[in-house]
């Protein structure tokens, strides 16, 4: 006769076998989803951040990015192809104006046109302060596209939609 004790730890085991399943194998979706979260975490700053700190963020953030990427943001008048090389540079040039950085991404919807492609529309929330300490609130609407190179994700485009103009 198996006792209470068996069946509770087989029932544990599997249920331990399943999540850990589910982790290894997460699906394109969850995986481009975590992209996005680590990116938000990356970019973000607080005043009393170490310079080393903001290099490794500014060189992770690098690291997503496949070997070239086209980014346009018409409102800040960049429209150009970078290298994985230059991106790290860019972000610590861009989060070195400020002293304070929060950025999360919302209404996160992913298609997938073609295998090994991912389209990414979303919206990007970004408070900020100037060193000066002037407030910065802006809402971006984003189209980013993704390839899969082996399991991993990396943008190759990236474009902010102007929807309204000024």
């Known amino acids: ?12 085991l599997v249920v331990a076998g399943i999540i850990a399943l589910f982790w290894y194998f997460q699906g394109d979706e969850a995986r481009i989803k975590k992209r996005f979260n680590t990116i938000a975490e990356l970019a973000e700053k607080s005043p009393d951040e170490h310079e080393l700190t903001a290099a490794v963020n500014a060189r992770r953030i690098g690291d997503m990015f496949a070997d070239t990427c ?3 943001i018409p409102s800040y008048n960049i429209s150009r192809t970078y290298t994985r090389e230059d991106i790290p540079s860019h972000v610590m040039g861009a989060r070195y104006r ?18 090994g492609i991912a389209r990414v529309t979303l919206t990007a929330y ?3 302060a100037w060193i000066s300490g002037e407030a910065v609130r802006e809402v971006h609407e984003i189209v980013c596209w993704l390839e899969k190179i082996e399991k991993d994700w990396f943008f190759n485009q990236i474009e902010v939609i102007t929807v309204l103009e000024r």
Do not use: G, L
């Open 1 to 12: 006769m198996v006792n209470m004790k068996t069946i509770i730890a087989a029932a544990v």
């Open 70 to 72: 086209r980014i346009e």
């Open 98 to 115: 400020y002293s304070d950085i929060t950025m999360k991404f919302h209404d996160i919807n992913i298609d997938f046109p073609e295998e």
């Open 126 to 128: 970004v408070e900020a």
